[in-house]
């Protein structure tokens, strides 16, 4: 069985960074992309980062760019989201994903989901 679980939200002011997790179970990282999304109270749900297993391709929304890092370490099939320099705009639920395939930013074309994960980020 797939299963993506993210950790390491949380509460944290203007400025300050924490580094989101998303372990996966039930296949490897070769040849999945693996995405972070974020939905904040009434919008809709936007991508943030994703990353290429297969070429450590990256991709950053505009808003996050500079501010975030995507990685990945295949041998413990996890993906980390480093947050800097985070805006009380970051307040979030935030979702990692996986798809068989490169890496993009459209999230119809992730299989897999986790939970989610709350950050918010006071002012």
């Known amino acids: 069985e797939v299963q993506l679980v993210e950790s390491g939200g949380g509460l944290v002011q203007a400025g300050g960074s924490l580094r989101l997790s998303c372990a996966a179970s039930?296949?490897?990282?070769?040849?999945?992309?693996i995405g972070w999304f974020r939905q904040a109270p009434g919008k809709e749900r936007e991508g943030v980062s994703c990353i290429s297993s297969r070429d450590g391709t990256t991709y950053y929304a505009d808003s996050v760019k500079g501010r975030f890092t995507i990685s990945s370490d295949n041998a413990k099939n996890t993906v980390y989201l480093q947050m800097n320099s985070l805006k009380p705009e970051d307040t979030a639920v935030y979702y990692c994903?996986?798809?068989?395939?490169?890496?993009?930013?459209?999230?119809?074309?992730?299989?897999?989901w986790g939970q989610g994960t709350q950050v918010t980020v006071s002012s």
């Open positions: 994903a996986a798809r068989l395939g490169v890496a993009t930013m459209a999230e119809k074309y992730y299989d897999y």
């Open positions: 039930g296949f490897t990282f070769d040849g999945y992309a």
